[in-house]
């Protein structure tokens, strides 16, 4: 199964449950606080000023255009270091399968605007209590956490343009037949260096990254239950009913019938 874990984001959900607050915060130089024990997950956005964080023997100082991600029940120390307000708005709210979010604890943004927009968004969004705006500031969060996954995975596997054009051809053409010499072709590299540079990014080959793709997509039409096992086969690119239930077993551990 290990060969699958760097796919996990292709399933990875999540969900924003209650939200605690949303505030807009500006300290001096000097202020300081500690949290040993944190109730909720917690994103902001840095406008202003630096501050250190402290978690157990680690430091680590957060800068105007970080985001910070901080995990529940995370113990940590904060410190105002700058001779700029310390500024930034932050969000506070409970969430089911956060840990499958490729986002670390800092994040240095490439779309500050973006996503500071986003944040002012949702901080108004929830001041003004209008028309059913826990729902509207929920679907702000999930959308600026959704916004964090891409662009924290397009860190992790490199922003290889060239791989990104292969794979977004693998998520559109799965269901057809699909060979390596072909990808490669696509990519501009010779065979053995295209699988090489695409197991470099993404860990695996570039037919079990397909494969999986295939998978994904085989289980939305057994939840639908309106297709037999060799027509799923068929529609995600398996010439054989039989490979499909054996690989499909394999990275879910149940047969596409038990699924």
């Known amino acids: 199964m290990s060969e699958f874990a760097n796919l996990n984001h292709v399933d990875a959900d999540i969900t924003v449950g209650e939200i605690a607050y949303i505030s807009h915060i500006k300290r001096a130089k000097g202020f300081a606080f500690s949290r040993p024990l944190q109730m909720h997950y917690i994103i902001a956005i840095i406008l202003s000023g630096e501050a250190e964080y402290g978690f157990s023997a680690k430091t680590h100082i957060a800068k105007a255009g970080d985001i910070v991600f901080l995990n529940k029940k995370e113990a940590y120390s904060l410190r105002v270091i700058s001779e700029e307000p310390w500024e930034h708005i932050v969000i506070a709210f409970h969430g089911e399968n956060m840990e499958y979010l490729p986002v670390q604890v ?20 929830w001041l003004g209590c209008g028309a059913a705006y826990k729902i509207k500031a929920k679907a702000i969060i999930t959308k600026i956490l959704y916004e964090l996954t891409v662009e924290s995975l397009d860190h992790l596997f490199g922003d290889n343009a060239t791989l990104k054009k292969v794979t977004d051809y693998m998520d559109e053409h799965y269901s057809q037949k699909i060979t390596v010499d072909e990808l490669a072709a696509l990519s ?11 197991r470099n990014s993404y860990g695996i080959s570039p037919i079990q990254y397909l494969n999986h793709i295939r998978i994904t997509h085989a289980k939305n039409l057994l939840r639908a239950e309106q297709y037999t096992i060799t027509q799923i086969a068929r529609e995600c ?9 054996a690989y499909f077993k394999k990275v879910t551990g149940l047969s596409p019938k038990e699924y």
């Open 188 to 198: 501009g590299y010779s065979v053995s260096h295209f699988t090489r540079e695409f």
């Open 106 to 125: 800092f994040h240095k943004t490439a779309h500050f605007n973006r996503f500071a927009e986003l944040f002012r968004d949702a901080l108004q969004t």
């Open 237 to 245: 690119g398996f010439s054989n009913v039989y490979y499909f239930s």
